[in-house]
């Protein structure tokens, strides 16, 4: 496997309050969708949610699994549309912990890694939204075993899933390489500290990795939507510095501004992008 729990615990287990601090009040930790450029990330992030749901072709009646489901902000909103069982995976403590306190309506979330996750009922829908970039290891990816690891995911999410199912796949994705020793040194800062084990994969990688088990039927990118959403992260960051400095100490600031600052440039110069998928489940 790849990111381990320990990795994942490093990446969300700063604080939730932390977390809380820069995020919106869902703590949805993903590019938003902003359709008009007059939203607020709020109200993105909702439109990113209501994309996916489509996507995967889900209603209320629907058994839906949120691979990868952070502090549950997407499981929320299933909640709030009525959707009356839904099951989130998480490899992080903090955020398991996090969701089955609050209690949803239908919403129950486990700790567990997808590698090992045997559902007891099969889905008539997915959504994962940005998982899959802790799928593959920079070491994994120079050694050639990138594809080869996103298809053994798409592969078990297809053994998940009842025949005819949707599956709604939302992913970063690395694209151009940056030219100065600066912009590589803050994108190798951002692999090695804030989300070490993980990769962003490439659209090519993704679109070779979903056969046979899944067929491409709508791609939509939105890299500018990430470049404004992590703009506002940096800003709402920036507002709370005092407190984030007195609370969690220098080095967490720091390094977040610098994190979420690279992010803003890797989105605006094209070297990171985001990809929405709509897979249709395929007979094997
Ligand atoms: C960038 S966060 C996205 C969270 C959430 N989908 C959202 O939109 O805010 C990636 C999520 O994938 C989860 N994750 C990473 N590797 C995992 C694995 N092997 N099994 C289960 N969850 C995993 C992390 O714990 C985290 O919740």
């Known amino acids: 496997m790849t990111s381990t729990q320990a990795e994942i615990d490093e990446s969300y287990s700063v604080s939730n309050d932390f977390f809380k601090l820069w995020l919106d009040e869902g703590m949805h930790y993903t590019s938003a969708s902003f359709l ?24 209320e009646d629907k ?23 839904a099951h989130g995976i998480t ?6 912990e996090w969701i089955n306190q609050r209690g949803l309506p239908g919403v129950t979330a486990k700790l567990m890694d997808f590698h090992d996750y045997e559902p007891e009922e099969k889905y008539d829908a997915l959504v994962s939204i940005e998982m899959i970039d802790h799928i593959c290891s920079p070491e994994q990816a120079r050694k050639g075993m990138a ?6 995911y798409f592969k078990r999410c297809h053994s ?3 025949p005819g199912a949707w599956f709604a796949c939302q992913a970063i994705l690395r694209d151009r390489v940056p030219r100065t020793r600066k912009d590589l040194e803050d994108l190798a800062f951002t692999a090695d500290v804030i989300f070490p084990g993980g990769l962003n994969p490439r659209l090519e990688e993704l679109i070779m990795a979903v056969r046979p088990y899944w067929e491409i039927v709508e791609l939509r990118t939105q890299r500018e939507c990430y470049g404004k959403t992590t703009g506002e992260w940096l800003r709402r960051l ?47």
């Open 36 to 59: 008009t450029g007059e939203e607020s990330l709020e109200e993105a992030q909702i439109n990113k949610c209501r994309i996916l749901y489509d996507y995967a072709e889900m209603n």
């Open 160 to 162: 998940f899933v009842k």
């Open 238 to 284: 920036r507002a709370n510095e005092a407190t984030i400095r007195e609370r969690w100490g220098d080095k967490v600031y720091v390094d977040y501004e610098r994190y979420l600052d690279t992010c803003v440039r890797a989105f605006d110069a094209q070297w990171s992008s985001d990809v929405q998928l709509k897979l249709r489940w395929c007979a094997v």
């Open 91 to 96: 490899l992080s403590t903090a955020q398991a």
């Open 63 to 85: 058994l839906i699994l949120d691979i990868g489901c952070g502090w549950g902000s997407n499981l929320e909103y299933l909640s709030t549309r009525g959707v009356k069982r």
């Open 147 to 152: 594809v080869e690891l996103y298809r053994e």
